[in-house]
């Protein structure tokens, strides 16, 4: 009796499919590699063969069931063996219960492939119409059931075990309530409750065996379990997303369980498993990779080679799921899905992870923030998407929306490296080297608490070393690391840009600035001394530090370690306060020492700036080798506490850094400053060596000191400073200042102008020592002007003021002039003169009031004329203003009377009333303090030939013009607190006056060896006279 193949074949055929589909649904790299192989049915098999094979078939591929080799009923179709001992009409005839039931299935063309076996405790075919044997045709096959337990085998280990699967033609259904088990090869498998949706088959002919044209999906309904061997290792298992290589393992199998359904849809070739998903792989002895989702989805599509495969029109129509797929697509979703990699030591939670096979991208989503775990580092981010090469490797990342980046110290767990970004983080590599490129964008913030650093900004941009874990480190940094004992840092930054709203810290440099560029060296460090206590470091990072830029030093700390401005509105977070994560994470580790701060950080402020930083991995130190700056430069290193700051400002900036007192600072500006203490340097290039305690100017410039005397040594009310300006060069050495050019210096009211110049002061100024003590104990600065040297032709004036009015102006005139400020004393070479102009005191004859020579003595407003007094000289004046005496020599002139304004100057040749003037070879003069009972006044000698003339001013207001007179002797000396001239001659000279006795009178003359002279008085004495002509 001859039974339609297909028609006992339907059933096995389609719980077959269903069998080798889910041995076959895999998973996304790194975890699983899909691949699908099922067979074809329907085909014509060609001419039956003897049924005698029958019995040969049975023994060899039905071991399992004997009973089938001694069957009653042994049957061929076709390539199809099939067995039973009883069959049973039932349902009036419309169906049929074979009992027991095996059937084995040949490969065609393939005779030594292992078939397809099929047992079960019966079979149940329903019909439209009566079923007779042996050769009534029923039409096709509307309903069946494979009875009681059910086992289905085939090559390559496939082997299927349930009870009772039913078919429906009017459901379109197969279905089994029962628990199924099934394994293909190394693969394992079961589930409760077994479901395929069948496709119909809208043209299939009354004679068919079955009107079905494929499946439309499968179902296993809950508590699915699925073990699959993969054929080889799996990417993830070859290199981590970081790059680290993993140690070699055998394949071992991917454990996946859900307590709700797995299904796939043959349509969109979609699979999906639902209701707590876990996915496990074994990596190593014990360890795992694993997946945890609420729903697993698995998207695949037809190999391009079916695609192009047309056909076989004499082909069944029955279309099962094809055996070439290709995994395109993974999505997991759920409340928490976690991914752990124990190859990559690694740990994720998310809501949603995506995985394209096509693009090898994966992206991590999450409502609040993906958290990923990968040794010592923790990321978090709302979207993260990595890039993967061909090997696993994360080839790029993108994390999107606001985030954290945080790399941990492996012994103290500490925080080593902290990141924060608004906008974004990309990672990928350099094109145009072998660098990896990490972006931050908007907010961005990166952190160094054990370097005690940070910087943020608007973007950075950071050029970092790949991490390779078969890398070695230079033969420098392993033998330190030995020595040491400290491992290297790990995560090498080679070079970073920032830009916009840039702020950096460091134990060294503070820096605010539009855009920053720094570029790391590896560099071999010493080792800091001396290390602060845990609660001394806690203060430290606790505390943002002063004077960093508006936008920092602006902020105010709120309880929470939130930066707000003074309005209480929250701009960008302080960077250098820790959040309240790690501030927790800090409570549980014990702080380990850091080094203590030598000096407070340098501030830099400027458009652009670019450094050189030496960073030692080992001793996780860094300094700041090298500093460009460009644009609105200012910089300032705080000094001792109370200290005014060392600043530079300029245009442009190029600093050298050797070491804490080692700096090679060049300033270009228009102008640029240095400003140490009160010391002030100014000019368009200004150059400061701080270990060579040097500093020089090339150009015009200005140099500014303290002072507490004035240009004559005097001391001032108040300290005041000293301006020093040039023209052609200026270089000091922090003791000697020499300046070429034009020289200007201005005190006060005082101005004196030569064309070279040297400053010598009191003690040395260190520009290396910031903590040096520029004060004594009253305040006053230690460092003063010792001496002053002009040379080339100087020119000196100087102005007093009572009540803010001018009371006298002092000018002069030498060739060279030395002052020491220290002692007072004064030294010039002339030619030379000194002219001033005064608020008259009273009335004076002659050269009563030559005192004006005297400097800065104090004198009253309330005179209306003004007096004007000039002294020539030739060869020397040599002083000293302590002492108050000053020596003039070689053609000596004194020339003095009253004029209308300052300014003004006396002809010597028509002397006004109450003028005079005198000549000699050599004068002294000397200056006397006011006391409680006597007023200011000077005494003046003349020595070699001695001469002088003098206006008294009219005795009555009749009179337009006073008596005057006239002298000569080898010494004339004057003595104004008497109003006394005395004249002497030696050796068998005489010394002689002129004068009259009253005006218009004719002169009268004495002539004697000594003569006292009183103008006020128009009194004279004589002793040793000679002779007198005219009145007595």
């Known amino acids: 009796m001859e039974l339609s193949r297909r028609g006992f074949l339907t059933v096995s055929t389609a719980v077959s499919l269903s069998g080798l589909y889910g041995a076959y649904a895999q998973f996304v790299n790194p975890l699983v590699t899909p691949t699908l192989s099922v ?13 005698a094979d029958s019995r040969q078939i049975a023994d060899r591929w039905l071991s399992s069931q004997p009973w089938a080799a001694r069957a009653d009923y042994q049957l061929r179709t076709g390539e199809a063996f099939v067995y039973f001992n009883e069959w049973e009409p039932t349902d009036s005839d419309k169906a049929v219960r074979l009992t027991p039931f095996a059937l084995v299935w040949m490969t065609e063309g393939d005779d030594g492939a292992e078939p397809i076996r099929i047992s079960c405790d019966s079979a149940y075919l329903q019909f439209p119409s009566e079923f007779k044997m042996p050769s009534a045709n029923p039409g096709r096959v509307i309903g069946g059931k494979l009875e009681g337990n059910v086992r289905i085998q085939g090559k390559d280990g496939l082997d299927i075990v349930g009870k009772n699967f039913v078919f429906s033609e009017s459901a379109m259904r197969i279905w089994s309530d029962n628990p199924v088990e099934f394994s293909h090869g190394p693969h394992r498998g079961r589930a409760q409750q077994f479901q395929m949706e069948l496709i119909p088959d809208e043209t299939a002919d009354p004679n068919d065996s079955v009107a079905v044209s494929g499946i439309k999906s499968v179902q296993l309904r809950k508590n699915v379990v699925m073990d699959m061997q993969l054929d080889e290792e799996l990417p993830a298992a070859k290199k981590s997303a970081t790059g680290s290589q993993a140690d070699a393992m055998p394949s071992a199998p991917v454990h996946i ?21 876990r996915v496990r792989k074994p990596v190593a002895a ?34 099962g799921i094809s055996g070439n797929l290709t995994f395109q697509r993974l999505f ?27 693009d090898r991208l994966v992206v991590l989503t999450d409502k609040k923030r993906v958290r990923v775990f990968q040794g010592d580092s923790e990321l978090n981010a709302p979207e993260v ?46 094109p145009y080297s072998d660098l990896d490129v990490i972006e931050l964008d908007r907010d961005a913030i990166v952190r160094q608490p054990l370097q005690q650093s940070g910087l943020a900004a608007d973007f950075i941009k950071l050029w970092v070393e790949p991490q390779e874990e078969d890398s070695k480190e230079s033969p420098a940094v392993a033998n330190r690391s030995k020595e040491t004992g400290e491992e290297p840092q790990q995560f090498r930054i080679d070079h970073m840009h920032a830009l916009k709203n840039v702020v950096m810290i460091s134990p060294e440099m503070h820096a605010d600035t539009d855009r920053l560029e720094v570029w790391f060296e590896e560099a071999d460090l010493p080792p800091q001394p001396e290390t602060t206590s845990a609660q001394d470091r806690k203060h430290q990072e606790n505390t943002a530090p002063p004077n960093v830029g508006d936008r920092i030093a602006s902020t105010q700390t709120s309880s929470s370690g939130t930066a707000k401005n003074a309005n209480g509105s929250s701009p960008q977070e302080n960077p250098f306060l820790p959040d309240q994560q790690e501030k927790s994470r800090n409570k549980q580790m014990t702080a380990a020492p850091v080094a203590k701060k030598k000096k407070e950080p340098a501030v830099i402020v400027s458009d652009l700036i670019r450094a050189r930083i030496l960073h030692d991995r080992v001793r996780q130190q860094s300094q700041v080798a090298e500093i460009w700056t460009i644009g609105n430069v200012e910089v300032t290193q705080p000094g001792k506490l109370g200290e005014p700051p060392l600043r530079i400002s300029g245009d442009r900036l190029h600093m050298q850094n050797q070491s804490e007192a080692d700096q090679l600072v060049h300033v270009f500006g228009a102008p640029a400053h240095i400003r140490d203490r009160q010391m002030h340097i100014q000019g368009s290039n200004v150059h400061l060596d701080r270990n060579r305690n040097h500093a020089w100017v090339n150009g015009a410039g200005l140099l500014q000191l303290p002072v507490d005397k004035d240009l004559d040594g005097k001391p001032l009310k108040t300290p005041q400073i000293l301006d020093i300006w040039w023209k052609d060069k200026m270089t000091f050495d922090g003791k000697s200042a020499k300046f070429l050019g034009d020289v200007l210096t201005s005190l006060e009211h005082s101005r004196m102008r030569c064309p070279e110049m040297e400053v010598l002061l009191t003690e040395r100024i260190s520009f290396a020592d910031v903590d040096r003590d520029d004060r004594d104990a009253d305040d006053n ?22 009540e803010q009015q001018p009371v006298q102006i002092r000018r002069s005139h030498f060739r060279n002039l ?3 400020k220290a002692t007072g004393k004064q030294l010039a070479n002339g030619p030379g003169w000194i002219t001033v102009w005064r608020k008259a005191e ?9 005192a004006t020579v005297r400097a800065n003595k104090p004198l009253q407003a309330d005179t209306a004329e003004w007096e004007y007094s000039r002294i020539d000289f030739s060869g020397k004046s040599d002083g000293n203003m302590k002492d108050r005496f000053t020596t003039f020599s070689d053609r000596v002139e004194v020339v003095h009377g009253p004029v209308e304004q300052p300014l003004s100057i006396i002809d010597p040749d028509n002397i006004p009333e109450n003028g005079g003037w005198m000549r000699c070879d050599q004068m002294q003069l000397t200056q006397f303090e006011k006391t409680e009972t006597t007023p200011a006044y000077i005494k003046m000698l003349g020595s070699g030939n001695a001469e002088l003339e003098g206006r008294m001013p009219g005795r009555s207001r009749s009179e337009t013009r006073g008596e005057s007179f006239r002298a000569r002797a080898d010494t004339i000396s004057f003595d104004e607190s008497k109003g006394l001239y005395i004249l002497r001659s030696r050796g068998n000279r005489t010394a002689t006056v002129w004068r009259q006795k009253q005006r218009g009178d004719e002169y009268s003359s004495h002539d004697a060896k000594r003569i006292e002279f009183i103008p006020a008085l128009n009194q004279l004495k004589t002793n040793r006279a000679s002779g007198t002509i005219g009145f007595e």
């Open 818 to 820: 030395t002052l020491n």
């Open 39 to 51: 067979s074809a049915v329907g085909r014509d098999l060609g001419p039956i063969q003897p049924p």
């Open 781 to 802: 600065p230690k460092v003063d002007v010792n001496f002053m040297i002009c040379k080339g032709g100087v020119d000196i004036e100087s102005r007093e003021y009572v």
């Open 332 to 358: 997991a979703v759920g409340k928490k899905v976690i991914l752990v990699s124990k190859t990559n030591d690694m740990r994720s939670y998310m809501d949603q992870l995506e995985y394209n096979a096509t």
């Open 385 to 430: 998407s990595l890039l993967q090469d061909e090997e696993g490797a994360a080839k790029s990342v993108w994390c999107r929306g606001a985030g954290q980046l945080t790399f941990y110290d492996k012994k103290s767990g500490q925080i080593q490296l902290h990141a924060k970004w608004a906008k974004q983080l990309r990672k990928y590599p350099d």
């Open 842 to 850: 009273g009335n004076r004859a002659g050269l009563s009031s030559i």
């Open 257 to 277: 369980r859900c307590n709700g359904s797995f299904s796939f849809v043959t349509e969109t070739n979609v699979a999906t498993f639902e209701d707590t998903v």
């Open 286 to 319: 014990g360890e795992y990779d694993e997946l945890e989702c609420d729903k697993l989805t698995l998207t695949f599509k037809p190999d391009d080679d079916d695609a192009e495969t047309q056909p076989d029109p004499d082909s069944v129509r029955f279309e």
